[in-house]
């Protein structure tokens, strides 16, 4: 399957694609089509993605694994759960008092069941529960009859957009129930699902919970943003979605302006009237230069606004903690303290916003910025300005050699265009196809680009042999698991031997893997797996999160945590003498809720990359594994498996 790439169909995805995607995909035989589950790992025979077939359903593969990362934080949110629960009750007794019956609900979205439930218990005659993904209409059926409601909920699984009146037994709905919000506010579309709603299935007169959505920005300032540009080029030079970033844990965090309106989305029949696009044009009025922007939502669940729900992080602490909300950060070139003009795009399921006059464009950056935060995520970002000072490095080893040629094992180059080329011949391994395409229109016209032998480009051996091997550890289709990209450039570099020089420098020379244990002070009890959520049985939902819910990769600066004594070394491999298997044995003092494990780059002289001291972590918005320990665990077996890219925790 993996060598057969003319046969594949969705070759083109898989070439696209991260370590985390699942694909179905079908593969012709003499007896016709066979459809296969393919799911990735990394290929330790040349490098980058394997795609191998898995038994299961895609569907529900691919959505559990989404899943782990917000659901059991938003199931958890209690503030939440009992606002909706007593937003439905206050609703469906006010329609009943004012129709003299119980009303049908339309719930779009419906995830576990829960509001249906919360619906259902309070008196409605029947609800319509949507949701697009087989995984959780399977799940929350079954929830819905472990907790005796399945008479009383018809379960459709389609985007609300494709459901039919005839579905609703012909009878439009008197009230819809949804929580169709991102961190953006619109990212989920809310806005043309509700427009849809109230077209075709919904009474004019229909009740929404919530009511109203409300978008803010004000201004904010923090060291922490100045670390999200490529070259001193900003995230803003090109349009982009806000980051997701618990704003509360940004460096120095200041606010810099009052929070000024973007948007109001009323959820009634007025949403059919609703311009799809409009321009944005605002001000707000600094106290102090800023160099971002703060953008939040609040939510009134009724008519009367007894009922709010925000996600601003101030609001979100008087709350009581929650995960799944963070807030909508745009870091925006340096602005003086006065008056701020900004101005964007407001659209159904997006909008753009930046300061006016807009900063002039530069292509070339403005598609690299583009490419690193689509396939990488800001930590793409982050890693690059940390690995700035292994170009000094480099720099001074090549000068004292003759023409040296020296070989960049990453996806953008970045590290190697930022040498002083002078008499180097460079040449960069691109094996992800979009950074190839990207650097053939705006690359360095010194620097070569060579494809890999397994994507059909054998080496040159006019090249001659490398001289120097320089790398800043990112690999596109790996961003979301840093220690499996590590293992990458391990296994690259290992790889890569026979066209290297003998003495061949080696920047990074080491990559260290650390781990420590943690006490996070909320984060645990956003993740743990709960049976009774508003005293419904979710058990179901427990036990089909049973092999997602345990391991994943957090940005841990974003929350409250402490190192439960030192964090250690687990061991250094040297990229010219590889070990295969890193491995420790974890004593538990039962203080520690989570085991953490990271991956850094040291330089041939020491230095470290990114510089991560003794219980802290230096590199904002990256990433590192975080494993919950099991209450009671007394010692735990870590493995940090290179050939593979995995860690195993027993």
Not at 127 to 156: E, H, M, W
Not at 438 to 454: N, P, R, S, T
Not at 514 to 530: M, V, Y
Request: glycine share 6%.
């Amino acid at each position: 399957l993996v060598r057969a790439q003319q046969t594949l169909c969705a070759m083109d995805q898989l070439a696209l694609s991260n370590i985390d995607c699942v694909f179905g995909a079908e593969l012709p035989t003499p007896d016709g089509n066979v459809s296969v589950l393919l799911q990735a790992e990394l290929d330790n025979e040349c490098g980058g993605l394997k795609w191998l077939p898995v038994e299961g359903d895609p569907s529900d593969l691919r959505t559990l694994g989404q899943l782990r990362l917000w659901f059991w934080p938003m199931l958890n949110d209690h503030y939440r759960n009992q606002l909706y629960e007593s937003a439905i009750a206050e609703a469906i007794t006010s329609f009943k008092d004012m129709h003299g019956r119980a009303p049908r609900v339309l719930d779009i979205g419906t995830g576990t069941g829960l509001l249906s439930l919360l619906a259902v218990r309070h008196g409605a005659e029947h609800v319509y529960a949507i949701d697009q993904f087989p995984a959780l209409i399977r799940i929350a059926s079954q929830v819905a009859k472990d907790n005796g409601a399945a008479a009383n909920i018809t379960f459709l699984q389609h985007i609300s957009q494709e459901v039919t009146l005839a579905q609703l037994d012909n009878k439009r709905c008197d009230m819809v129930v949804s929580e169709l919000l991102d961190y953006t506010m619109l990212g989920e579309g809310m806005v043309p699902a509700l427009r849809d709603a109230y077209a075709r299935l919904l009474t004019p007169t229909a009740v929404s919970i919530p009511n109203k959505a409300v978008l803010h920005v004000q201004a904010i300032a923090s060291p922490s943003l100045d670390m999200l540009s490529l070259n001193n080029h900003d995230v803003t030079a090109y349009p982009s979605s806000p980051l997701s970033i618990h704003a509360e844990r940004l460096e120095g965090l200041a606010i810099c302006s009052e929070p000024v309106e973007v948007t109001t989305v009323v959820a009634d029949a007025t949403l059919l009237e609703r311009s799809s696009e409009s321009e944005i044009r605002l001000e707000l009025e600094c106290t102090q230069a800023c160099n971002g922007l703060l953008l939040t939502w609040q939510l009134n669940l009724d008519q009367e606004g007894k009922h709010l729900y925000s996600s601003h992080h101030i609001n979100a602490s008087k709350q009581g903690y929650q995960d799944h909300w963070a807030q909508a950060v745009l870091p925006i070139p340096q602005q003086p303290t006065g008056r701020l003009l900004l101005a964007g795009t407001l659209e159904d399921t997006a909008y753009t916003l930046h300061p006016t006059p807009k900063p002039l464009s530069d292509v070339a950056l403005d598609a690299e910025m583009s490419l690193i935060l689509q396939h990488e995520g800001v930590e793409g970002l982050a890693r690059r300005n940390c690995s700035k000072r292994a170009v000094g490095s480099i720099q001074e080893q090549c000068v004292a050699m003759q023409e040296p040629l020296v070989l960049d094992v990453s996806d953008s180059g970045w590290t190697l265009r930022q040498l002083e080329k002078g008499t180097i011949r460079a040449l960069h391994f691109a094996s992800f196809q979009p950074w190839r395409q990207h650097l053939e229109v705006h690359g360095d016209k010194d620097v070569q680009i060579w494809a890999g032998a397994d994507a059909g480009e054998a080496w040159n051996p006019e090249w001659g042999l490398v001289d120097a091997v320089v790398s800043d550890g990112c690999f596109s289709q790996l961003s979301t698991r840093p220690i499996t990209s590590a293992c990458n450039l391990i296994n690259l570099v290992n790889l890569f031997k026979p066209i290297l020089k003998p003495a061949a420098v080696l920047v990074p020379a080491t990559i260290r893997f650390r781990a420590a244990l943690i006490k996070f002070t909320d984060l645990a009890g956003c993740f743990k797996p709960s049976s009774s959520v508003c005293q419904f049985d979710h058990s179901a939902f427990v036990s089909a999160m049973q092999q997602s819910q345990q391991q994943l990769y957090l940005s841990c600066w974003q929350y409250q945590h402490q190192f439960v004594g030192d964090a250690w070394t687990l061991g250094d491999v040297s990229l010219t003498n590889p070990t295969i298997i890193v491995e420790s044995a974890v004593p538990c003092n039962g203080e520690a809720n989570s085991l953490v494990v990271w991956a850094e780059m040291v330089l041939d002289n020491g230095t470290v990359i990114p510089n991560s001291v003794t219980n802290r972590f230096q590199m904002e918005h990256g990433k590192q594994f975080v494993h919950w320990l099991t209450p009671g665990c007394q010692t735990t077996s870590l493995v940090v498996d290179v050939a593979n890219g995995k860690v195993v925790i027993s």
